[in-house]
Every structure is written in structure tokens, then in C-alpha cells.
């Protein structure tokens, strides 16, 4: 029995209008002084799918998800969503759009609260500059009842363990009803029970909002239970573009999903024979 | 069976140590031990008033200083110069300190105007303040502005260094997600910056407290025709001892009540902090 199984929330009716939106990559390059950690790559997220990114560190894929959070800036190449470019930065890229929703959202690897504010305030800053009022205060209780914290409401941050601070988190990166939500290797420093836990939370939040989702994770099983898609980026490049249609919830060590993974890991091992990753310093190819 | 005497003997002085714990404890509670020693000091220095240790025109009796402070209360001379005092203290501080942090947000903010401003302001504030008084005396006489001046620039440094390195060390990550969750730069200093720089700046208060009532002391003292300096000057000339030291021990009190103050107010705004918390 876990915490998102007592959660009346995800009984509730989906928001019609939390639908994701498509994204579409073109030739993006990131350079870091002389050192390429992207180059040339092209990607179609069509909306609404969950894409899981793996790779070696220091592959690109955290430099990929910066750009399309808009955190970064590319040195070349284009980035659309819904055959839209978008302005970078400033109330139009982070706030909410005319109905509400905003289109970008990411949750990090540190669950980034801010210490001096409580849990409430914390969720409250996903709304983006919007004074507090009732109704932002019942959006708040909501986004806490998804991830099953709405009693924590009150608490300062540092009495939360690791896994609720970064489900608080996710509650801030859900209020504003993001359509494209990218996930930092949000789960990567919880315990291996509470990453379950999470990844299950996560997949339901998914199911229930639909938002476009883009997972970058170095746990190559964590990408094939929750993704439709897992992308293999090696050097800059996407190297493996693998669709994985099996049914959800999927169950973790399956022997489809171990044999997915296993192929997955051959080929990111076996590489490594032939040249090391490395990708950041010497990207060949 | 064997060892009966030293089974009932064992239990004898854990009793009485365990009973002076909880004596220390309850002490503790109640605050006595902070005050233990100043108490201890009044009763010693008494004592050697009393028997002739001490004449009065090296150090008067407490009983004596407390007979002036009760004096000075009742001609209302006290809560004038006392005022005075407070009045002063406050408007530096005020003043310097409003400075103090609009420069540091600025430095801390900016690039520019940091390399406008931070090397001369480092420059000054290795000019002990003091050191200006001569020229201070000739630039305001003796009036309230010679003070307030002094006070004022006593009280900018620590603030302005403080609210500076608070503002630097404010984690970037922070900052980060509140960009990218859409805040407007107002927000974000409101939300964000100022909160995350506050422990800092209020450690730049309590420095600030005390250079105040030093620099006030200093100036009174010199230069002044009211104040708890000024009393305490007047009564030099007359050879009033016990005035003396009493305008000496309303410094101490001030000083202890900024401090607590000081501490007050970290108490309340810092709550969220796990080293605040008691």
C-alpha cells in the first residue's frame, strides 16, 4: 500500500486542457568553449508522449534537457513547440499562458525548495508571479493531495525526508499545468524503495495529465518501465531510438523489459570497448 | 548474596549527584546560572567597598551607584539624556544602515556597479571612523550632525559587507528554478534573494549594534551638551564617581538590550532555519 493508492486526487476527472505539446528539434548544437557536447542532433516528440533520454554521463543529455527547459542556449539549431519558437526567457516562457498552463516546466535533480519558505509557498512559486489568493491556495492543496502531502502543507522543508521533498517538487512543477514537463534525473538520489514508489507516482501524475514528458535518467530500467520511447544519446547524437510498446502499469524485471535492458546495456558497454564516452572532451565520430 | 554492603552503599551518591543535576537543570531553566557570575561580581565588589578596599574616588560602593542612578531618575535628568542617547543611536543607524544595504543589494546584484563602487568602499572602510572626529568637529561643530555622522558611518560597513555576502552566496540553483518557474525579477528579490540573504544581513546588525553605542560613547564623550556621554563627562568634572560608573553601566544595559533585540528578531524571521531553532 503506498501513499499515491490513498490519494482520493487521482480519482478526479483529468483537466480537459492539460494536453501536452509537441516539440520538435532541428540541428541543435551546444558548444562549451571549444569542447561540442551536442552537435547536429534532430528530434520529434510528437504531444503528449513520455520520452526517456540514457546515456553515459557526461553524453549531453543533461545539456539536451537544459535547452529544452530553456535554461541553456543552443550555439546552433532550432527548438519548436507545437511548430512554435518560443521566447527564451521572461513571463511568456515560464508563467502561464491565457489558459492557465505553462508551457515548460522542470523538475530538477535537487528538489530546489526554498528552505526559507513553507511547504505551501513552495508549491505556490510554481504558479509563477501570482499574488497568493484563495483560489491559488485551493490549486495549492490540490497539487499537494496529488502527491499525497496536502498535511505537510504547513511544514518548513527541512523536516521533510528526501523522497517528500522531491514529491513537493513535483507538486510545484504540476500546479501550473505544465505541457511539457522534463525530468532532471529527479529520482536519482532517493533510496531504491522511495524510486519506486516515485516512478509509480510519476507514471499515474503522466497518465492522468497527459503532458509531454521528458525523462533523462542513467537507469536504464526506470526509462523502459516508464517511457513510451527511450532514446540512446552517445556522443552528442542520438544513437538508439527505441519504442517501447508494452502495456502499463509495467512490472519492474519482466523478462520483456530485461531483455530490452539488456540490449540497451550491451550496447552502452560494449562501446565502450571501441571508444570511451567521454563524449564531453572528445566527441568523434 | 555475597556483597551486600557494597550493593546498598552504590546507590547512596548517584542519588545526590542525580538530585544536583536536576538542581543545575531547574537553575538553568529559570536563567540563574547567566546571571550567576555578574551577581557574584556585584556582591565581591561590595564587599570591598564596605571594608575599605576600594575609596570612593577610585570606585564607588554599588549601593552608592545605584543611590546616583536612583537620584539622577527622580531629577528626570536620567530618562532625558538616556533619550537623547537612544535618539541618536537609532538615527545612525537608520541612516547608515539604510545605506549600508542599499549599496550591498546594488553590489550584490550588479557587476557594474560594483566596479563602480566596491573598491572605494573597501578602501574607506579601513579609515577607522574614529580617526575622523578631528575633521568631523570642524566640518559640524559640536552639533547633532557631528553624531549622527559618526554613528552613520560606523554602523554602513558591517551592513553593507554583510548584506554583499549574503546576497553572493545565495545558492544558484535557487535562483535558477525561480527563473525558470517564471518569476519577475521583483518576485524573485522578494522571494528568493532577500529571504536567502537575511541571515547574513542580520549578522551585519549585531556587529552594527555594537559599533553604534561605541561609536556614540566615543562621540558623547568628546563633543556633546546632552546624552548619557554628556552626564557622565559633567560628572567627571565634580568628581561624582558614582555617576561616572552609573552612565558606564546603562551603556552595558543598552548594549545588552540591542543585542537582545538582535536576537529577537533573528528568532522570528530565521525560523525556517534548523540553527534557529529552540
Known sequence: MSFVDLCPAFEKNADPFSDGVSLTIRGLARSFGSTKVLSGLDLDVPTGQFVAIVGRSGCGKSTLLRLIAGLDEPTEGRLRFAGKALARSGPSFGGPNLAGHSLVRVMFQEPRLLPWARVMANVEIGLGAVESSPQTRQRVIEALEAVGLAERAGEWPFVLSGGQKQRVALARALISRPQLLAFDEPLGALDALTRIEMQRLLERIWLRDRFTAILVTHDVMEALTLADRVLLIESGRVTLDLAVDLPRPRRRGSAELAQLEEGILDRLLGDEQFESCGSARSPRR | ?278
Open chain 2, 1 to 278: 548474596m555475597s556483597t551486600p554492603t557494597s550493593t546498598l552503599a552504590a546507590p547512596r551518591p548517584r542519588r545526590v549527584s542525580l538530585l544536583a543535576g536536576k538542581l543545575f537543570k531547574k537553575l538553568r531553566r529559570v536563567g540563574v546560572l547567566n546571571w550567576s557570575l555578574p551577581i557574584l561580581l556585584l556582591v565581591v565588589w561590595q564587599a570591598c567597598s564596605s571594608f575599605g578596599y576600594l575609596t570612593n574616588n577610585i570606585l564607588p560602593s554599588p549601593a552608592a551607584v545605584a543611590l546616583a542612578g536612583w537620584k539622577l531618575a527622580l531629577s528626570g535628568a536620567l530618562v532625558a539624556n538616556v533619550w537623547v542617547s537612544f535618539l541618536r543611536a537609532m538615527a545612525g543607524l537608520i541612516i547608515g544602515g539604510a545605506i549600508g544595504f542599499a549599496f550591498g543589494f546594488a553590489n550584490g546584484l550588479s557587476d557594474l556597479s560594483e566596479k563602480l563602487t566596491d573598491t572605494t568602499l573597501q578602501m574607506a572602510r579601513n579609515i577607522p571612523h574614529l580617526a575622523l572626529i578631528p575633521l568631523v568637529i570642524l566640518w559640524f561643530g559640536i552639533d547633532e550632525g557631528a553624531k549622527l555622522f559618526l554613528v552613520a558611518l560606523g554602523v554602513f560597513f558591517p551592513i553593507y559587507l554583510n548584506t554583499l555576502h549574503g546576497i553572493r552566496n545565495i545558492d544558484p540553483q535557487l535562483v535558477e528554478m525561480g527563473r525558470s518557474y517564471g518569476l519577475t525579477p521583483r518576485e524573485l528579490l522578494r522571494r528568493v534573494i532577500f529571504p536567502g540573504a537575511l541571515p547574513s544581513i542580520l549578522v551585519g546588525l549585531r556587529y552594527a549594534l555594537g559599533i553604534m553605542w561605541l561609536t556614540l560613547i566615543v562621540a558623547e564623550t568628546i563633543a556633546a551638551q546632552s546624552g548619557i556621554g554628556y552626564m557622565a563627562m559633567q560628572a567627571r568634572e565634580f568628581m561624582q564617581t558614582d555617576i561616572v560608573v552609573f552612565s558606564i553601566l546603562i551603556y552595558a544595559a543598552l548594549g545588552k538590550v540591542a543585542d537582545a533585540t538582535a536576537r529577537l528578531i533573528e528568532k522570528t524571521t530565521l525560523a525556517w532555519h534548523p540553527a534557529y531553532k529552540r
